[in-house]
């Protein structure tokens, strides 16, 4: 028997981890953390020279600065600008965590606290992928075993 954990101070009863496993795909449940990406945490040792990730030197990017200006949003008779440090584009041309940018993941973890009042430590995470085929991928491959019948609209996009 399966029962809500104590509410939060939100009021949200989340299930223990073994109510979801029943909807996770066979494949799903067979993955395994990134060994290489296990190490990451270890690049951070200062002097380090890590070989690790094959991570490009900084010093050999061809941009010191970009600087971007485009209609505002919010009103059309009006711009925005946008400048990246050379600090920034070292960070932002390296690659990054499977998750998604870090300090982006930190804002909406943020935000749904802010927002929604869910914690964290609540049992929930995110992850931003990189478009809308590729989340739609990784969710039908999180749920769906080779094989399952699928239900979807006519005419559909594939």
């Known amino acids: 028997n399966l029962t809500h ?18 909807f996770i795909s066979d494949v799903a449940k067979s993955r395994k953390p990134s060994a290489i990406r296990s190490l990451f945490p270890l690049e951070k040792i200062p002097g380090l020279i ?3 990730a094959g991570n490009p030197n900084p ?6 600065s970009l600087n971007f200006t ?10 925005v600008s946008l400048s990246l440090t ?3 584009l070292a960070r932002g041309l390296q690659y990054g965590a499977t998750a998604g940018f870090e300090p982006l993941c930190d804002w909406i973890r943020g935000l749904q606290e802010y927002s929604h009042g869910r914690k964290s430590s609540e049992g929930w995470g995110l992850s931003i992928g990189s478009g809308s ?5 990784k969710a039908i491959a999180a749920l769906v075993n080779p094989g399952d019948s699928v239900l979807v609209e006519s005419p559909v996009y594939a």
């Open 86 to 88: 050379e600090e920034e």
């Open 5 to 22: 954990n104590t509410p939060g101070k939100n009021g949200v009863k989340a299930l223990p981890a073994e109510f979801y496993t029943r």
């Open 50 to 52: 890590s070989l690790l």
């Open 59 to 64: 010093s050999l990017f061809p941009f010191t």
């Open 70 to 79: 485009a209609r505002s949003p919010s009103d059309e008779n009006s711009e």
């Open 133 to 137: 085929q590729d989340l739609l991928y």
